[in-house]
C-alpha cells in the first residue's frame, strides 16, 4: 500500500478547505438576526429555493447573531466606527423599529426602492404607526403586539387573578408572580416598557411600573426566557409580544395559556430588515428583502407548517407585515389577531421611543433591576401597611422628569462620547432608589 506524505496530505486539505469557503463565500448572503432558529430554517430554505427558481442559482444565507436585538445593534455600530465602508454584513433581519431608525440616523443602511407591486401592497402606516422608511432605508417585514401572556393553570391552582389590563400586574396578589426582562439586553422589553410612558404619561407610566416591577420574581436577559418561565409555571403571567405567546400556547395547549391583548393599550410596532451600507451582495441583499416581503415570504410567518407554500416544519406565529395576506389565508393559519383590524386608539411613537431608548433602559435598569431585591422588600412592606397612598405615591417617584430625560438627549446622552455622563447619571438614580427603597421597608 502506497503511502501519501504528510507534506501532500496537508496541501489536500488546504485544496478541500479553501474549496469549501470559496463555494460558500461565493453564494452566501451574510445576515445578521435576533430572530430565532426556527424563522433562520424556514426563511433560508424557502429563499435559497425562490432565488433558484428565479435566477438560475440557490443563495445560502449565512446567520449571524449577537445574544439578541440590542447586542446586535450594538455590534454594528461598534464595528462601522473601525470600518464606516462596510462591515462585511448584507442584512440586518428583525429586532423591533429602534435599530432601523437608529441606522437610518447615522447613515449605516443602504436605501433602495422596492418594486412597484410590493410597495403598494404595504401600507405607510397603520394607526399612527411608520411601517417603512420613505427613503427605502428599511422596512416592516412583519408586525408585533404586546400583551400579557397568562399561565391560567397555574393562576387556578395559585387561586391568582388574571390579568385583562396592564394595571392588573401590579395587583398585591400577584407579588413575586409577574415575569418581565431586562430593556438594556431586550429590545422588545424596551419597546414595552416605553409604550407604557406614552400611553399613561411620564409620571403615571413609572409609577405604574414601579409596582409592576415590585411584583416582579426575576427580570431575565432575554423575552424568550421571560416567556418560557411562564409557560413552565415559574410565573403566572407575563410581558410577552404575540410570537413567543403563540409558541408556548401552540406547546403547552389552549387549555393550560393564554395571550391577552391588554384592554388598557396595546402597542403595535413593525419587526423591520435592511439592507446595510456596504453590504458585500448588494444585488442578492435586495433580493432577499424583496423575498421576505413578497407573498412567499409573507406566508412564512402566517401559515401553519405543512401547509403547501407555508412553513416546511416550524410553525413561525408571526403577523404579517401586509394586510392582503390576512384575508388570503386566515384559513391556513392559527393565528386569529389581525393588528389592523384592533379597536383600540393608542398609537406608538416609534421616534419618540428611539430618541430616549437609552435614557428609559439606563433609568428603568438603575431604578428596578439592579436594586430588585431592595424594590421588592419596600413593595412587599407597604402592602402588608394596606398600601398608604402617600408612601405608594413616594415609591413611583422618578429621580427623573420627562423635561430632564429630553434635556439629557439634547446634550448628546446616545453619543459615545457621553459615556461618562451616562456612568455617572446611572450610579445617581441607583443611590437615589436605594435610599428611597430601604426607607420605605423601614
Given at each position: ?94 429586532g423591533g423599529p429602534e435599530p432601523f431608525l437608529v441606522f437610518a440616523e447615522r447613515h449605516l443602511l443602504s436605501p433602495w426602492k422596492l418594486p412597484a407591486d410590493l410597495a403598494q401592497a404595504i401600507p405607510k402606516e397603520s394607526r399612527g404607526v411608520t411601517l417603512y422608511d420613505s427613503t427605502g432605508g428599511w422596512y416592516g417585514a412583519c408586525l408585533a403586539t404586546f400583551g400579557i401572556l397568562q399561565n391560567d393553570a397555574v393562576q387556578k391552582l395559585a ?284
Amino acid at each position: 500500500m502506497e503511502l501519501v506524505p504528510p507534506s501532500r496530505l496537508l496541501g489536500v486539505c488546504f485544496a478541500l478547505f479553501g474549496w469549501v469557503v470559496s463555494g460558500l463565500a461565493a453564494n452566501s448572503l451574510a445576515v445578521l438576526t435576533p430572530h430565532p432558529t426556527e424563522v433562520r430554517i424556514e426563511f433560508g430554505r424557502a429563499f435559497s429555493k425562490w432565488h433558484e427558481a428565479r435566477y438560475g442559482e440557490p443563495i445560502q444565507i449565512e446567520w449571524r447573531d449577537q445574544g439578541g436585538s440590542s447586542e446586535d445593534q450594538r455590534f454594528v455600530e461598534s464595528e462601522f466606527k473601525s470600518k464606516p465602508d462596510g462591515i462585511g454584513i448584507d442584512v440586518f433581519f428583525g429586532g423591533g423599529p429602534e435599530p432601523f431608525l437608529v441606522f437610518a440616523e447615522r447613515h449605516l443602511l443602504s436605501p433602495w426602492k422596492l418594486p412597484a407591486d410590493l410597495a403598494q401592497a404595504i401600507p405607510k402606516e397603520s394607526r399612527g404607526v411608520t411601517l417603512y422608511d420613505s427613503t427605502g432605508g428599511w422596512y416592516g417585514a412583519c408586525l408585533a403586539t404586546f400583551g400579557i401572556l397568562q399561565n391560567d393553570a397555574v393562576q387556578k391552582l395559585a387561586k391568582l387573578p388574571s390579568a385583562g389590563r396592564w394595571e392588573d400586574l401590579a395587583r398585591p396578589e400577584l407579588f413575586s408572580w409577574v415575569g418581565a426582562g431586562d430593556p438594556r439586553n431586550s429590545g422588545t422589553m424596551n419597546s414595552m416598557y416605553e409604550a407604557f410612558l406614552q400611553a399613561y404619561g411620564w409620571e403615571k407610566g413609572w409609577s405604574l411600573l414601579t409596582r409592576i416591577s415590585g411584583n416582579v420574581r426575576q427580570f431575565d436577559r432575554y423575552s424568550t426566557t421571560t416567556a418560557k418561565q411562564c409557560a413552565l409555571g415559574q410565573v403566572a403571567c407575563a410581558f410577552a409580544i404575540d410570537y413567543y405567546a403563540f409558541v408556548q400556547i401552540a406547546s403547552a395547549g389552549t387549555n393550560h395559556m393564554s395571550y391577552v391583548l391588554a384592554d388598557d393599550f396595546t402597542a403595535m410596532t413593525p419587526d423591520g430588515i435592511a439592507v446595510l451600507k456596504g453590504a458585500p451582495h448588494q444585488e442578492w441583499a435586495e433580493r432577499f428583502v424583496a423575498f421576505v416581503l413578497s407573498e412567499e415570504g409573507q406566508k412564512l410567518w402566517y401559515m401553519r407548517q405543512g401547509t403547501p407554500g407555508g412553513p416546511v416544519e416550524h410553525a413561525l406565529h408571526r403577523l404579517p407585515i401586509r394586510p392582503d395576506i390576512y384575508a388570503r389565508y386566515a384559513a391556513y393559519s392559527n393565528e386569529r389577531v389581525n393588528p389592523f383590524q384592533l379597536a383600540r386608539d393608542f398609537r406608538y411613537d416609534t421616534g419618540l421611543s428611539s430618541r430616549r431608548r437609552g435614557i428609559v433602559r439606563a433609568l428603568f435598569g438603575a431604578c428596578f433591576i439592579d436594586v430588585h431585591p431592595e424594590l421588592t422588600k419596600a413593595w412587599h412592606r407597604l402592602i402588608e401597611r394596606g398600601l398608604p397612598a402617600a408612601e405608594v405615591a413616594e415609591l413611583g417617584t422618578m429621580p427623573l422628569s420627562s423635561a430632564e430625560a429630553d434635556q439629557l438627549v439634547a446634550q448628546g446622552w446616545n453619543q459615545p462620547a457621553s459615556a461618562e455622563l451616562r456612568q455617572r447619571q446611572t450610579i445617581l438614580w441607583q443611590q437615589r432608589s436605594l435610599e428611597k427603597y430601604r426607607r420605605l421597608a423601614q
